[in-house]
Structures are given as structure tokens and as C-alpha cells.
């Protein structure tokens, strides 16, 4: 049952190619790219000018990892600058101003060896760090996109392909790839979840952005992805559509719940709460199947609905009646965890309410507290804010603006009909 409170809410080691590679080869945008916006992925791809004693001026493409104040930090593949110790760095937004950078680490002598340049600033405005993404599951098949220097095209020239899957410790690409592509961002819905390292017959290659995190904390680079550049909203690694949130703060308001359904907003100072970090909440309740999933895997007790009716029970609705304690396993077992109350009030009000479900009501990760803001630890731990929208929460009579704003609480060892729960992800370092 809802219970009385008062509360206040916020509520490819390509080298020296000569000819052109392979199957697919056009010179249009996907329009995943137009929706982040190509120029914007350009901002963070470097053109990399190297010449190593007695050769030819070698050029290629370097992809940004992190963009600080005085510095920017790029990642290449390890051959473009083999024999250079100050390659020559050419940034998108001025590409009248080349820079000396500075070899921070590299892979020498393998034949998908990265490196990692260092560039002093000042830093040409406008540039970004691109986002790494380290938890999408590619099949094959995606239809991808790269940014480089081919030396049949403008600079900056953004190509498709498609991945064809894992070859080794290697994505496998086909695409028509050429020597001024390596080092390049190979790019799945404006992330980058892999660096152009070579090509060979009819194939593009590149290293994968896992592999490109773990040498990044070798030479002690912390990637970090623009602000600007995080998708807004993005599939998980099990196809659950996630949108963005962003840090910030946001206005709230106390408000009294009565008995019967009536709620009214208690007039006092101004409140309001902030979150320190970005994140990405699921758009959508956990479902029937994907809890149903969980429960087969870990040997859980399903709630009772989910255990007499589950064949009746449609699988993409949401899943009702699960425990807090369950919930917060759930959340654990995809890598997540539960939204907080001032994340859940924030996921709502920035999404203006499109996230919730107006027939169920969501367990939070906040222990109750009847006053918000005491700075005395709750007494009894075992209580649970519970969020969601006016109807949900059978509030038939709000005086004043109160959605997302009015909070219940429950035991965390009670399931019950018309209660689930959603999960969010932080977004890890070099995302």
C-alpha cells in the first residue's frame, strides 16, 4: 500500500597502400551520423603529418581521447608515426595551424600497434574528445562510418561500410579503405568502438576500443569524451534503449500526500537537487521477459504474477510485484544499478515525462527519509522511496503543478502489483 508522508522532491595497419580496397564505397552521411552531426565528429579527428629519416612524408588520421584546457590527446595507429618523434597534428576547426605533438606511447614493430600523441596547448576551440564505446556486442552487419584522409578525397572525408565481425583480436570491416585512413575512428552511431589499423584483400581492419582502453591506462591516459559527444541516447549491450541525462540542477518542491489519494505542495523554500555526473536511464520499465531471463540464469524466485501467470503475461510489459532487494540484484546482474530519487525526478523532468508508465510506480535506490533534506540518517533503512507519475501513484486530486514530484515510500521486503523498477548506467571513463 501507499503510505502518508510529507517529502520534498525534486524531484588498418594500413601501410603504403596503392590502390583503393574493396566492396562498399560511398561518399553520403548514414543518418545516425546526421543526427550527432558529421562536422561534430570531425572536431575530433586529427590529421597526422610524420616523416621518418630519409621517407616520404607519411600522412594520416588520428582520433581525439581527451581535450583538456592545455592539452589534447590522440590515439593513432602505431605505424603512421613510426620514426617520428614530433609528428605534425592538423585540427579540424583550424586547419591552417599545425602543431608539433608529442609520442607518449607506442606499439612498435606490430603490425596493429597503436600510439598515443600528446599535444600542448593552447588548444584550437572547438575541438572534442570522441566518445568510446566499450559495451556495444557487434554481430556483423552494422553499417558503419570513418572519417579520414584518403588521398583521392578532401580531407576530413567521411566514408560507410559495413563490419563483418571479429577477426581475431580485430573488427573486420568492408569498406574502401586507403593509406591516409589509419589511425582513424572506425564509428558505430557516432561512437567510436574501434581505431583503422590495417586492410588487406577486400577488408578493413581495426583495433577495438577495449583494446584501445587498456593501452590508453598504460601510458597513464584517462580518456574522456567531450561533453557534447555523448550520444543522446544510445542500445545497451542487450538492445535496451537508454537516453541521456545530464548533469546539472533542477528545481523541486515539498508536497503533503494524503489518504485518498489527494496531494498538495507545501509552500516553503526554494528547493532543489543536483547530480554531479551524466548518466543514461532505460527508457522503459524492466520487462517481463528480460526479468524472466534473469530469473532463469540466477535461480531467483520470480514474484508471484510472474510465477502463476507467466505465460498470460505479455513480455514486453512490465514486470510488477518484484522487492526492492531483487530489484537492486537485477539491476547488479546488467551492470547497473537503481536510479536514485533525485536521478529518477531529473531522468523525468528533463525527458518531460516520456519515460514513465502511467499504470506502475518504481522502487529507488534512496532509503526513505520523511523530511528530504535531514542530515540525520533515516531510522528505519528497510524503507524505500517509491517514484512516478500522478496516476501511477493513484494521486486523483493535485493542487498544483505536482508530477514528478510527489514520492511514497514501501518496505523493501513488499512486492506488489503496479511496482517495478528501471535501471540506469553510469557512463564509465572514455565513454
Not at 514528478?404 to 521486503?413: E, F, L, T
Request: with cysteine; glycine share 10%; hydrophobic share 40%.
Amino acid at each position: 500500500m501507499l503510505n502518508k508522508s510529507a517529502s520534498g522532491v525534486v524531484v588498418v595497419r594500413i601501410a603504403c597502400l596503392t590502390a583503393a580496397l574493396c566492396l562498399l564505397s560511398t561518399s553520403f552521411v548514414p543518418h545516425d551520423l546526421w543526427a550527432q552531426g558529421s562536422d561534430d565528429l570531425k572536431r575530433g579527428v586529427v590529421k597526422i603529418t610524420a616523416q621518418d629519416e630519409g621517407q616520404q612524408p607519411k600522412v594520416g588520421t588520428g582520433t581525439l581521447v581527451r581535450v583538456d584546457q592545455n592539452a589534447a590527446y590522440i590515439v593513432t595507429a602505431a605505424h603512421v608515426i613510426e620514426g617520428d618523434p614530433k609528428p605534425i597534428v592538423t585540427f579540424f576547426p583550424n586547419p591552417q595551424q599545425p602543431l608539433v605533438a608529442q609520442v607518449v606511447g607506442i606499439q612498435g614493430g606490430d603490425q596493429h600497434g597503436l600510439a598515443a600523441l600528446r599535444v600542448a596547448g593552447p588548444i584550437p576551440d572547438g575541438v572534442v574528445a570522441l566518445s568510446l564505446d566499450l559495451t556495444t556486442k557487434v554481430v556483423g552487419g552494422e553499417a558503419l562510418t570513418f572519417i579520414g584522409f584518403p588521398r583521392t578525397m578532401p580531407p576530413w572525408t567521411v566514408s560507410t561500410g559495413s563490419l563483418s565481425g571479429m577477426n581475431g583480436p580485430t573488427l573486420a570491416f568492408q569498406a574502401l579503405v586507403e593509406e591516409g585512413h589509419s589511425g582513424g575512428p572506425l564509428l558505430l552511431n557516432g561512437q567510436v568502438i574501434g581505431v583503422v589499423s590495417d586492410a588487406r584483400g577486400r577488408l578493413g581492419y581495426a583495433v577495438p576500443a577495449s583494446i584501445l582502453a587498456v593501452a590508453l591506462h598504460g601510458w597513464r591516459i584517462e580518456a574522456r569524451a567531450s561533453d557534447s559527444m555523448a550520444p543522446p541516447e544510445k542500445l545497451d549491450a542487450d538492445s535496451v534503449p537508454m537516453v541521456l541525462i545530464r548533469s546539472g540542477r533542477i528545481p523541486t518542491k515539498m508536497v503533503e500526500v494524503y489518504i485518498g489519494g489527494r496531494a498538495e505542495e507545501v509552500q516553503g523554500p526554494a528547493r532543489s537537487v543536483y547530480l554531479a555526473d551524466d548518466l543514461y536511464v532505460e527508457k522503459t520499465l524492466v520487462t517481463n521477459a528480460r526479468y524472466r531471463r534473469f530469473v532463469e540464469t540466477t535461480g531467483g524466485t520470480p514474484p508471484p504474477d510472474l510465477m502463476e501467470d507467466g505465460a498470460s503475461l505479455g513480455p514486453d510489459g512490465p514486470v510488477e510485484g518484484v522487492m526492492w532487494h531483487d530489484a537492486v540484484a537485477y539491476c547488479r546482474w546488467v551492470r547497473k544499478r537503481l536510479p536514485t530519487e533525485d536521478e529518477w525526478e531529473k531522468a523525468a523532468r528533463d525527458t518531460q515525462g516520456r519515460i514513465l508508465n502511467n499504470q506502475v510506480y518504481e522502487w529507488t535506490a534512496t532509503t526513505y527519509q520523511e523530511s528530504r533534506w535531514s542530515p540525520s540518517p533515516p531510522e528505519d533503512q528497510t524503507r524505500k522511496v517509491l517514484r512516478g507519475s500522478l496516476q501511477a501513484l493513484g494521486i486523483q486530486n493535485a493542487v498544483g503543478d505536482l508530477d514528478y514530484q510527489v514520492r511514497m515510500y514501501a518496505s523493501a521486503y513488499e512486492g506488489a502489483p503496479a511496482r517495478g523498477f528501471r535501471c540506469v548506467e553510469d557512463i564509465r571513463k572514455g565513454q
